[in-house]
C-alpha cells in the first residue's frame, strides 16, 4: 500500500506560480512513476504531468511550457506551475504508479489540494 499526501496549495492570483508538493508513504520502493492530475468543477480528471524512476518525464500539452514535474527521490514528487490563469483552477491530485503482474498498473491517489486562481 502506498499513502500520498498532496500540499501546497492555495489562492494565487493570475500570472503567479506555486510548487505543489506530494510525498509518498508506506510502500514506497514499489513506485515506479509518480504524477500530477488535476479536475476542475464539472469536468473529469486531466493529466497533467508524470516522471518515471528512470527519470523520464512526460507533460501533457495543456500546460507544457508552464508546468513542470520534479522528483526528489522515490517518494517525493513536486509541480512547478508558473503563469497561473484561472483555467487552472481546480483540485490537483498526485498519483503513483506500482507495476503489476498484469498490464495495468496500480494506481494510487492522494486526496488533493486546492489550488484558485483569482485576482
Known amino acids: 500500500q502506498v499513502q500520498l499526501v498532496e500540499s501546497g496549495g492555495g489562492l494565487v492570483q493570475p500570472g503567479g506560480s506555486l510548487r505543489l508538493s506530494c510525498a509518498a508513504s508506506?510502500?514506497?520502493?514499489?513506485?515506479?512513476?509518480m504524477g500530477w492530475y488535476r479536475q476542475a468543477p464539472g469536468k473529469q480528471r486531466e493529466f497533467l504531468a508524470r516522471?518515471?524512476?528512470?527519470?523520464?518525464a512526460n507533460v501533457a500539452d495543456s500546460v507544457r511550457g508552464r508546468f513542470t514535474i520534479s522528483r526528489n527521490g522515490a517518494a517525493t514528487v513536486y509541480l512547478h506551475m508558473n503563469n497561473l490563469g484561472p483555467e487552472d483552477t481546480a483540485v490537483y491530485f498526485c498519483?503513483?504508479?506500482?507495476?503489476?503482474?498484469?498490464?495495468?498498473?496500480?494506481?494510487?491517489w492522494g486526496k488533493g489540494t486546492q489550488v484558485t486562481v483569482r485576482g
Open positions: 498519483n503513483a504508479q506500482v507495476p503489476t503482474t498484469t498490464y495495468y498498473p496500480m494506481n494510487y
Open positions: 508506506g510502500s514506497t520502493s514499489s513506485i515506479n512513476s
Open positions: 516522471k518515471a524512476n528512470s527519470g523520464t
